[in-house]
């Protein structure tokens, strides 16, 4: 009984943390960092605010509509002004984009799928990406449980995950997939990790990373090691080590047994952390990085 009573309570402050943990990300926006110095390791730690959490979640509540169910992350769902366009304005991928601008399309991921808005990426490295994790400044908790990483989450004007579900039903669609990683650190720096071969599993499979290879790029690779595994969460604990992954590196990944070389979803900030949202081989080793890309593309 006494256990039950302490997991109980230990699940509410993890939930209370996911919460809060914009306020101290937010916090930080307004501070310009410097060149790193061994003087600059600091530790992002959240900050419990009632005020800001009870008239937070009273707001986001007050914006859905009754009987009405949100579709995350924000802005997938394609207006009337959009679909009245006809279907010489929706897309079978990102890849068939004409204009080769990054922005919002609507991308039929199936035959007999519905149109959604995705994210299409053209400047980073190459052309036709879809974005399916884009952070940048912190604004959105990363640190969420197993139905909002299944289902997505953000805004695709902001910060978002795309969704494992969704994820999933793209690259099992019967051909072959890569995946990339663009990353960003404090001091500027831009690198990318590409991956020409990539599979991921379904819900029954707990979205295992079955396949991540054949790298090339400048960031090195920090994934491949994670190849294998489930997709952990706080409350959906799948990964191989004793403990669960994602409650000691807040975040949410593909751990493997001593849990880390990537974690891309860990907490945001400039700061040297196991539960940062770091990439091992990006230098400076160690620091979360300012802003992150995970992309995929159909191979040709």
């Keep these: 009984m006494l256990l039950s009573k302490l997991e109980a309570i230990e699940e509410r402050l993890i939930a209370l943390e996911a919460k809060l943990e914009n306020v101290s990300t937010k916090k930080g926006e307004t501070e310009k960092p410097r060149a790193m110095q061994n003087s600059d390791i600091v530790s992002v730690e959240p900050l419990v605010v009632e005020y800001y959490f009870e008239h937070t979640t009273a707001q986001t509540v007050s914006r859905v ?3 009405e169910t ?44 519905q149109p959604i808005n995705l994210l ?92 991540v290879a054949a790298y090339t790029g400048n960031a090195g690779d920090s994934i491949s090691r994670h190849a294998g595994n489930k997709f952990t969460t706080f409350d959906r604990d799948n990964d191989p080590a004793p403990y669960n992954c994602a409650k000691k590196h807040r975040g949410a990944w593909w751990y493997h047994r001593t849990c880390v070389n990537s974690n891309l979803n860990g907490m945001y900030g400039f700061s040297m952390s196991d539960q940062a949202n770091s990439w091992l081989t990006m230098k400076p080793t160690g620091y979360g990085l300012q802003a992150s890309k995970i992309m995929i593309r159909e191979l040709l």
Excluded at 131 to 147: A, D, I, L, P, T
Excluded at 193 to 205: I, P, R
Aim: hydrophobic content about 35%; aromatic content about 14%; glycine content about 10%.
């Design 65 to 67: 509509k009754p009987n």
């Design 70 to 113: 949100p579709k995350y992350p924000v802005g997938i769902e394609p207006t009337a002004e959009q679909l009245a366009l006809g279907e010489d304005n929706i897309y079978s991928s990102c890849r068939e984009v004409p204009s080769r601008v990054s922005g919002k399309y609507l991308i039929r991921i199936s035959d007999d799928a």
């Design 120 to 211: 299409c990426d053209m400047q980073s490295v190459d052309v036709g990406w879809i974005v399916v994790q884009n952070r940048f400044n912190g604004s959105e908790s990363f640190y969420r449980n197993w139905k909002d990483y299944e289902e997505g989450f953000g805004n695709l004007d902001g910060e978002f995950w795309l969704g494992l579900e969704r994820i999933s039903t793209m690259v099992n669609n019967g051909r072959k997939w890569e995946i990339m990683f663009w990353l960003k650190n404090f001091n500027g720096g831009i690198h990318y990790s590409k991956f020409s071969k990539f599979m991921l599993g379904n819900a029954k499979e707990g979205y295992a990373l079955k396949q």
